[in-house]
């Protein structure tokens, strides 16, 4: 299978006039008269056609000697949460139990509307949904610290224990009192250069990250979720926010490693497989036929190309960097151009060693 093929000058100059948000991550546009670059949805006023070069990542933009522009931004994650909304967020993460009001958002000078909308964006449910799930769960947390369903419902700021009761079993499908059965994965959305991701993370670490037009998504969650015997939920988890800083500096070009912890339930080979492609360094590719031999079973080849399959954090553990044997790119749950992407942005120029030692 090709890779898809890159979009030509005209159609990326159609995109960007369009401000076509289906081009994100697919190409950069810089600016000559004023040595910026943009990304495809940059509201800025768009120049002549003669005046715009394209790349594919902020990476060479930057190596040709362009700046990011200031009103798109882009080297940080499209969508980036804004700063009063990370405060509602710290505050709904200090205090679960905490509830927001509409009014509350005006005296605080947000408009309701605003922040519903940028909730169903970004989490695909309003600010006041978000909040139920916060407290019901911070509830499955102290019941299974061993708390009682009575203290918890009213600790969590349940006016009723039957309302908490029927909360929490719409959410888990269990009664609180056989929730010590279960666990939970959170799981939000995240916006990157690519796209949009979701990850799922349990108190021990990131067990999920991928994009969320993968083919068979809901049905790797469901498997996720009974391997761990555990209900996703949206909500909070204190992964989430060095997951988001370590993608931002990875896709600015400031990181190649990543120290995140991981929850990677498979059998002993996948999980063999899974580690060994976390030692390929970053630049580099590996075939097939090379991560087969450094597992010593090189007759293993289609048992790790079925193993890097199912690798469900992307990016994290870099099946991106598995190639061919003949070095074309082969399968990607995420798309053959993302790879191509992935590849290109990892990808060590003299010129950007030149960058680094100066």
Known sequence: MLPEPEPTAAECYQALV?????YEGRFIAAVKTTGIFCRPTCSARKPKPENVEFFSTTKEALLHGYRPCKVCTPLEARDATPPPIH???Q???QQPALRISDQDLRNKGLEPATVRRWFLRQHGITFQAYQ???RINQAFRKLQSGLSVTDTAFDSGYESLSGFQDSFKAVFGVAPSLSRQQQVIQLTRLETPLGTMLACATAEGICLLEFTDRRG???ELKD???RLNATIVQGFNPHFEPLRTQLLEYFAGTRREFSLPLVTPGTEFQLAVWQEL???PYGSTRSYGQQAAALLKPGAVRAVAAANGMNRVAIIIPCHRIIGADGCLTGYAGGLWRKQWLLSLE????QGLLLENS
């Open 18 to 22: 369009a401000k076509d948000a289906t």
């Open 87 to 89: 405060d509602l967020l």
């Open 91 to 93: 505050a709904l993460a």
């Open 132 to 134: 139920r799930l916060s």
């Open 217 to 219: 998504l809901e049905t």
């Open 224 to 226: 996720l979720a009974r």
């Open 278 to 280: 976390q030692t390929i």
């Open 347 to 350: 990808k060590p120029t003299t």
